[in-house]
């Protein structure tokens, strides 16, 4: 049992079930503003937002294409809603708190002989040998 308890209890468990949950109610959120509120706008527009009686028949075989339609329309809906009332504003909230990272001071600097890489305060190039003449200067 004890082993089961750690299981059940490590951060990844936890927060999957968490995800898990959030997701199926933020589900039930897009559900409801696509059926609530856009499809009712599409029917405003076109006249006709549900195309489930839309068939054809091909010998003897009933092809119910508009449960099909109605399907991909309403993923097509979801998506975009998703896309622009979920996605795009998140994106712009955290790309304006989002800060650029200062650059650290440079450690090295090239040997101005052989272009090696050497320590910034070194006197002597170790590839090389020659002397630096201003081990202070911060030459990249």
Not at 7 to 26: E, Q, S, T, W
Not at 70 to 80: K, P, R, T, V
Not at 104 to 113: I, L, S
């Amino acid at each position: 049992m004890k082993g089961f308890k750690q299981f059940l209890l490590r951060g990844n468990v936890v927060d999957l079930a968490v995800g898990v949950v959030i997701g199926a109610a933020f589900g039930a959120v897009v559900t409801a503003l696509v059926k609530d509120l856009l499809t009712p706008l599409i029917a405003a527009l076109v006249k006709q937002p549900d195309f489930s009686s839309f068939s054809f028949t091909l010998n003897g075989s009933k092809f119910l294409y508009g449960e099909f339609t109605n399907a991909l329309l309403s993923f097509l809906i979801i998506a975009a809603a998703v896309y622009f009332f979920v996605v795009l504003p998140i994106n712009a909230l955290i790309a304006r708190t989002r800060k650029e990272p200062v650059p650290a001071d440079p450690t090295t600097r090239k040997c101005p002989e052989c272009l090696s890489e050497i320590p910034i305060d070194a006197h002597r190039c170790a590839f090389c040998t020659s002397e630096m003449t201003n081990p202070m200067a911060r030459v990249a």
